[in-house]
């Protein structure tokens, strides 16, 4: 589980070293699992596997009483994960690659998986029964593993004694999947001494490549390594927060984005996970089953049932008031009563926030003094405690520090990991103020200072040092993942950055292919991106000549979350409509750029993909995409259409996509097509996605949308996308690309279908379902769609149906409601229906 999960035992027995994979090992071939156990964790494993492609069949115990079915509790667990929130499917018709069963009836089906995962309960004692009965099943070949959070997988496979042959025992290790599955990156393999390291080698390709997960090898020892420093870095807030007098406002602000780690910070996080799950990890070892004020109050709250969500009431709880208004509350630690929200103020945060590095970021907040200064009071002792622990653990809980880092940033979600961290802040720096503020030293550390030896990594993170050989160490890499930082600097296979502006760079990734990459704050499209991809991608540039074709994506958190909508507002405050206007021409100049650039285009999206980025991606030769994509043209919510030729491509893939299933026969009028309830019927679904303003859930749910296409490739692994774009762009390139041309025959839909769209739109606003101002703007979308009121079947050109988006978009900016839409959203992240 994520981040913390019970455990049965206090210590585990002395750790063998971890079976370091081998980088370049192929991927195993796993056609078909089965997972044991339909709980909320074997369920969701489950479904991520289907995502993945991979048959599953899902099994447990046989339900007492009168079930409607022997498969009961698996058969209700694929209904729950129908309706789990956040989406445990990429899509719900993935449901139909789990197969229900039960342990009575079904373990002879075992034999034809080739890999079989045990998540039934932490307790040893009911592990042990059902793998007992488990193994006479297990194919030649298939691999056996468990997903515990705490257990000892050595001791798991020694209860077993002979029943688990020596051949089982080398295809036997750990893998803890972070719930929930689909979105935590983090699996961490823990191999027994009998583990065959080619085994683990194998799995660790597939699990990166099939399953998209950053896999880290952990020694068996207590928590292996996320939820071991996890635990040990809550229960130090937890004492802090105590100590200080904070509220928990206070410390989950101060352990939140401030520092690069999730906005839930501490005691919110305790409350997702649960407190009672927080209490069993945290006697799973000696560090965390310290009997101090933290470790009281959190066995008092599971005492009282104040458990988090899953009771309704932790550190944080919900209520309504005397107007029925919902309202939230926060625990005061003293008296352990519920009090109204407050929002934390603390000078050093608020001055914080207007540093985008998170380097410069850390060094701001732990600059002040501790004697002054509430933020640097709290961080100074949470942070030498974290970076302390963590140095001691290099060699018990992993083999290295990058391992740890890696663990932590993908299992927490933290930007930096507790090394990388250090280093920020400078180490020496650090352990001189530790000292000045009386906190202890890792004697680790202080042999590394004394080595000369001033941070953990060098040599632009490719050496790390070691406190086991007391040398810095190569850091492991794995072929295929790359980010644009890897390529920024030049090399003898890389100009490095060719060109550069405030919002986009064109960066050499090597073998003649360019990254267009956007780097403005969110990933915002303004002027400066759209000035610098024009010019780009333009017939005439430079970079035509030296690139064979280009990759446009992002290293940022989100691909892109669309247009600046402040530069807009600005422009349209300020009444500068001819401005406007030469803004949304110069958009749908650089995506018609884009489309028709005589190298291909692929475009790489990721994480949210809004508006102006989807506009962007919808124009590429290809599209290489991340399977968590969030996916939208999302243009209505402010009160417009997408006006950087979204709302064309639309109409332009509705009529592609009516003429595969009703193609026109040569004898018969272009009109006859045009008037076909295919064609209807496909304008109807691109004007849902418009005025819907739908965002997908997924990769696979955007092209259901109609936003991707089927031969466009999804990746799994987000360290992988940049590579696997390139790829595309070169297999392209080799095979002879030529650009597409405008298109002037598009058959409009004209009079055919408008006016039934525009009775829908009508019938939507008197059912209550739309405001007037969006049905303005979803009248607006359907008469883009459809080419305006022409008769059925006349011929119209791309440029023509661009410029009757580029006109809606126009008049759409002139409106009040679309000013106010705009303002509202800049101010709160969310659209206003007015």
């Known amino acids: 589980m994520n981040p913390f999960a019970a455990a049965e035992i206090a210590e585990h027995p002395t750790a063998p070293p971890a079976a370091a994979p081998s980088p370049g090992a192929q991927p195993m071939l796993i056609t078909s699992a089965a997972v044991l156990g339909a709980g909320t964790m074997g369920s969701r494993i489950a479904a991520h596997l289907a995502n993945c492609g991979i048959p599953v069949l899902l099994l447990d115990i046989f339900p007492g009483g009168q079930p409607k079915s022997p498969n009961q509790l698996a058969i209700s667990a694929i209904e729950a994960l129908l309706k789990a929130k956040p989406a445990a499917f990429d899509e719900p018709a993935l449901a139909r690659r789990i197969t229900p069963g039960n342990f009575e009836d079904d373990l002879s089906k075992l034999a034809q998986c080739d890999w079989i995962i045990e998540a039934v309960t932490e307790n040893l004692s009911i592990k042990h029964a059902l793998l007992a009965r488990v193994l006479p099943h297990l194919g030649p070949k298939a691999i056996l593993t468990t997903n515990t959070s ?60 099939i399953l998209g997960k950053q896999v880290v090898v952990a020694h068996d020892s207590p928590n292996f390594i996320a939820n071991r420093i996890g635990v ?16 928990v406002e206070e410390a989950d602000a101060l352990t939140g984005t401030a520092i690069g780690w999730p906005r839930t910070g501490t005691f919110r996080l305790a409350d997702m996970v649960g407190i009672d799950i927080l209490a069993h990890v945290a ?278 979350v669309g247009a600046n909508l402040m530069q807009l507002l600005l422009a349209m405050q300020e009444g500068e409509w001819e401005e406007v206007n030469r803004a949304i021409r110069a958009f749908q100049q650089m995506t018609a750029a884009i489309k028709f650039c005589p190298r291909p285009v692929v475009v790489a999206p990721y994480a949210m993909c809004l508006g102006g980025g989807t506009e962007i991606t919808l124009h590429a030769a290809a599209r290489q995409v991340h399977a968590e994509l969030y996916m939208g043209l999302v243009e209505a919510g402010v009160g417009l259409i997408p006006g950087g030729g979204g709302t064309k491509e639309m109409a332009l893939r509705a009529c592609d996509l009516a003429t595969q299933f009703a193609p026109p026969e040569p004898k018969d009028p272009i009109s006859k097509f045009a008037q076909s309830s295919e064609y209807g019927a496909a304008l109807k679904r691109a004007l849902e996605t418009i005025a819907m303003a739908k965002v997908s859930t997924s990769a696979a749910e955007a ?35 030529v650009a597409p041309i405008p298109r002037s025959d598009i058959p409009a839909a004209g009079l055919a279908t408008l006016p039934t769209l525009e009775t829908g739109i009508f ?32 011929l119209v050109s791309e440029q023509y149906l661009l410029d009757l988006e580029r006109e809606a978009f126009l008049s759409l900016c002139g409106e009040k409601k679309t000013q106010e839409r705009i303002a509202f959203t800049l101010k709160t992240g969310k659209p206003l229906r007015n």
């Not at 972070?178 to 194998?202: C, G, K, Q």
């Not at 031969?711 to 297999?731: C, F, G, M, W, Y």
Request: hydrophobic share 40%; charged share 20%; proline share 5%.
């Open 150 to 209: 705490g257990l000892p997988v050595g001791k798991i496979a020694e209860s077993l004694g002979e029943a688990m042959s020596e051949s089982a025992r080398k295809r036997w290790f750990g893998t803890h999947f972070f719930n929930p599955p689909r979105y935590m990156r983090l699996l961490e393999l823990i191999p027994t001494s009998d583990t065959d390291p080619e085994v683990v080698a194998a799995f660790s390709a597939f699990a990166d490549r």
């Open 232 to 247: 040990v870095n809550m229960n130090a807030a937890l004492t802090l927060t105590l100590a200080q007098g904070l509220t």
């Open 283 to 560: 006697g799973n070892f000696s560090e965390g089953a310290n009997d101090g004020p933290a470790r009281q109050l959190i066995l008092n709250m599971v005492e009282e049932r104040r458990l988090g969500d899953k009771s309704g009431c932790g550190f944080y709880t919900k209520t309504r008031n005397s107007t029925g208004t919902e309202e939230r509350l926060a625990i005061n630690l003293e008296t352990q009563d519920y009090r109204p929200l407050e929002k934390a103020r603390i000078p050093a945060l608020e001055m914080a926030k207007n540093v985008p590095n998170l380097t410069d970021r850390l060094r701001q907040l732990l600059a002040n003094d501790p004697a002054k200064d509430k933020a640097a009071a709290f961080l100074w002792p949470l942070l030498a405690n974290l970076w302390n622990y963590a140095a001691d653990r290099i060699g018990e809980i992993a083999d290295d520090a990058p391992s740890i880092d890696r663990a932590i940033c993908a299992g927490f979600n933290w930007e930096l990991g507790p090394f990388a961290m250090w280093d920020a802040v400078g180490v020496a720096g650090a352990v001189a103020r530790f000292r000045q503020l009386g906190l202890p030293v890792s004697p680790r550390v202080e042999t590394m200072l004394a080595q000369g030896f001033t941070t953990w990594y060098a040599n632009e993170a490719a050496l790390c040092y070691s406190p086991v050989t007391g040398q810095m160490e190569p850091v492991a890499t794995v072929p295929g993942h790359a980010c644009i930082a890897d390529f920024r600097a030049s090399s003898n296979s890389s100009k490095g950055v060719v060109r550069k502006n405030s919002g986009a760079s064109l960066v050499d990734l090597g073998d003649g292919i360019g990254c267009l990459e956007l780097h403005s704050a969110k990933s915002a499209i303004g002027g400066d991106v759209v000035s610098l991809v024009s010019s780009v991608l333009n017939p005439a540039s430079e970079a035509i000549r030296d690139f064979r074709g280009f990759v446009l994506t992002s290293d940022q958190e989100n691909f892109s």
């Open 703 to 737: 092209r259901a949308l109609g936003l991707l296409a089927p031969q466009d490739r999804i990746t799994r692994n987000r360290e992988r996308l940049l590579l696997e774009a390139k790829a595309q762009v070169l297999l392209l390139a080799d095979q002879g690309y």
């Open 763 to 794: 019938l939507m606003g008197e059912a209550g379902f739309a405001s007037e101002h969006d049905r303005k703007v979803a009248r607006k979308a359907a008469y883009v769609l459809c080419g305006g009121r022409l008769t059925p079947g006349s």
